[in-house]
Nanobody
Framework: QVQLVESGGGLVQAGGSLRLSCAAS?????????MGWFRQAPGKEREFVAT????????YYADSVKGRFAISRANAKNTVYLEMNNLKPEDTAVYYC????????????????WGRGTQVTVSS
């Protein structure tokens, strides 16, 4: 089992920045899993945001966040980050960390482990 705990969400004005963190624990080799971020806005389905390989050499992003968001990880700390810049009101959602999924744009059901999410609200 892998436990994931997100943090770093909050309220920010449009154009601002936030950095989300996801701490993984439970499986000693969790650092070898691909990690991802998803988000779910009210009334909408959960959608892919970004993913990163365990080797840190590969990342993929949804078109809606390319150039604004950056995913990274610190394997020694079992932590994944999502740096979000130039935030827009349409980025408002609950952001979820996920583990053990494919290294591409994926559907939520393709990931095996999930955190409980952290709320990001962007005001206009």
């Amino acid at each position: 089992q892998v436990q994931l705990v997100e943090s770093g969400g909050g309220l920010v004005q449009a154009g601002g920045s936030l950095r989300l963190s996801c701490a993984a624990s439970g499986r000693t080799f969790s650092r070898f899993l691909n990690m991802g971020w998803f988000r779910q806005a009210p009334g909408k389905e959960r959608e892919f945001v970004a993913t990163i390989s365990w080797s840190v050499s590969n990342t993929y992003y949804a078109d809606s966040v390319k150039g604004r968001f950056a995913i990274s990880r610190a394997n020694a700390k079992n932590t994944v980050y999502l740096e979000m810049n130039n935030l827009k009101p349409e980025d408002t959602a609950v952001y979820y960390c996920a583990a053990s999924g494919p290294l591409r744009e994926a559907r939520p059901e393709e990931y095996n482990y999930w955190g409980r999410g952290t709320q990001v609200t962007v005001s206009s």
